[in-house]
């Protein structure tokens, strides 16, 4: 596509319940990056991908979180038994490549609420 | 790791200069970005740098020191429409080189 999307923009969800994110990434891009951004503060990388590879998923908080991109284009980042902690914005960028001068284009995001 | 660091806000007047700085301190470098963010809405990408030096674009410039870990962003003849956050991010070098590390950014209100 042209841009970054995510779905859902909004989700709200109770304690305890899994939840689902999707990035589409940009056509062609073989990086794709989720980070977690809270209000006021800059982006917190979580994981990212080369291809279908995840290459660093140091950055996800434990283990309720992971992700994966089974074929190389969509991404998908899932919470287990979501807390209220995890309420934040969650954002997924792509880049055409990895390294370097390689810019990522951000998607609009999945402001996630958990009650 | 990394530990970015730059100023949590600033203010200045339409049509004036503002400087924003960002320091850092990490065990590898592999490039600067700045990012602009508008309340709500999604980061856009305004600048890299690599090599020491100034790069200039429009009415933003942006400056990095490598060996003093330090990077600014200059905006000059500001405009209402530049209030927004503005985020410092470093890449990171080795195995993990495609990942952009942010700071926490600096939000700058431009007044008439």
């Known amino acids: 596509g042209a841009g970054v999307s995510q779905s859902p923009r909004y989700k709200v969800t109770k304690r305890g319940q899994d939840v689902a994110l999707r990035c589409d990434p940009i056509?062609?891009?073989?990086?794709l990056y989720w980070y977690r951004q809270a209000l006021g503060q800059g982006p917190e990388f979580l994981t990212y991908?080369?291809?279908?590879?995840?290459?660093?998923k140091s950055g996800l908080p434990n283990d309720r979180f992971s992700a994966e991109r089974p074929e190389g284009s969509i991404s998908t980042l899932t919470i287990q038994r979501t807390e209220q902690r995890d309420s934040a914005m969650y954002r997924c960028?792509?880049?055409?490549?990895?390294?370097?001068?390689?810019?990522?284009?951000f998607g609009a995001g999945s402001r996630l609420t958990v009650l | 790791g990394q530990n970015i660091d730059q100023p949590t806000e600033m203010t200045a007047t339409e049509g004036a200069i503002v400087q924003i700085n960002c320091t850092y301190q990490?065990?590898?470098?592999?490039?600067l970005f700045w990012y602009q963010q508008h309340a709500g809405e999604a980061p856009t990408f305004l600048s890299y740098?690599?090599?020491?030096g100034l790069e200039e674009k429009g009415r933003f410039s942006s400056f990095l020191s490598r060996s003093k870990g330090y990077s600014y962003l200059l905006l000059k003849e500001l405009q209402m429409k530049d209030s927004a956050s503005y985020l410092c991010?470093?890449?990171?070098?080795?195995?993990?080189?495609?990942?952009?590390?942010f700071g926490k950014g600096t939000k700058l209100s431009v007044k008439p």
């Open positions: 991010a470093v890449r990171e070098p080795g195995g993990s080189q495609g990942n952009l590390i």
């Open positions: 056509s062609g891009h073989v990086s």
């Open positions: 991908f080369n291809y279908e590879a995840q290459q660093d």
């Open positions: 740098n690599v090599l020491d």
């Open positions: 990490t065990s590898g470098f592999n490039g």
């Open positions: 960028a792509s880049s055409l490549r990895q390294g370097g001068a390689n810019v990522l284009t």
